[in-house]
């Protein structure tokens, strides 16, 4: 198989398993293709290889699979009990699970497991921080959380481009790699939101 036949399947697999993910989880539509776009401009303006740029590009685009593992009620519930809150953030060990078992794909289930890592250790599931995080990563957090703050979800309302981009800066140093935020800011002028109004 050539390595031009092994990039078309490996699409062709993220592309199924997004679009089993929108199905049962439909508010997600449109998150996942949104999130890769994003990070890959992000890791573009950092310089990352190519290699890396692919990787990161199936990483973003299955970052919340394992969303799939949880029941679509506990989704859509407003306000969260303290175990609904610990169920959902198993999502990324559950997107490990699922990720891991497509060869191809092991090499970027930490970068999936750790997009909830936070740069200054408050996220989850390990509580690493600062450089302990791997970079595409730490691409994929302000990547992810850019996407999240301006969909519309059943905790909360859409916030407008201008105050999602404030809070992206706001957490720079905090919640997010400076370097990446600074990277972010470069490009999020640029971005072309696929599938937002």
């Known amino acids: 198989m050539t390595r031009e036949q092994l990039t078309r399947m490996e699409n062709d697999v993220a592309r199924a398993l997004i679009r089993a ?49 949880l029941p679509n009620e506990l989704l859509v519930a407003s306000p969260l009990t303290p175990d609904q809150w610990a169920q959902i953030q198993q999502h990324p060990r559950l ?17 999936i497991e750790c997009h909830h890592e936070r740069w200054d250790g408050s996220g989850y599931p390990y ?16 990547a992810e959380a850019f996407d999240g703050m301006r969909t519309e979800t059943p905790y909360r309302p859409a916030l407008s481009e201008q105050d999602a981009v404030a809070h992206i800066q ?12 600074a990277a972010f ?5 640029i971005l072309q939101p696929v599938g937002r109004e």
């Open 170 to 181: 706001q957490g720079a140093g905090a919640l997010f790699d400076p370097r990446v935020v």
């Open 127 to 142: 509580g690493w921080q600062g450089e302990q995080i791997p970079l595409p990563a730490r691409v994929l957090a302000v």
């Open 95 to 111: 997107s490990v699970q699922l990720v891991s078992r497509i060869h191809r794909f092991r090499e970027i289930a930490l970068w």
């Open 21 to 69: 993910l929108e199905m049962a989880h439909p508010h997600l539509e449109g998150h996942s293709e949104r999130v890769a776009s994003y990070a890959v401009a992000i890791g573009c303006e950092l310089g990352l290889s190519k290699a890396t740029l692919r990787g990161l590009r199936i990483a973003a685009a299955l970052h919340d699979i394992g969303m799939l593992g």
């Open 185 to 189: 800011l470069k490009v999020q002028p």
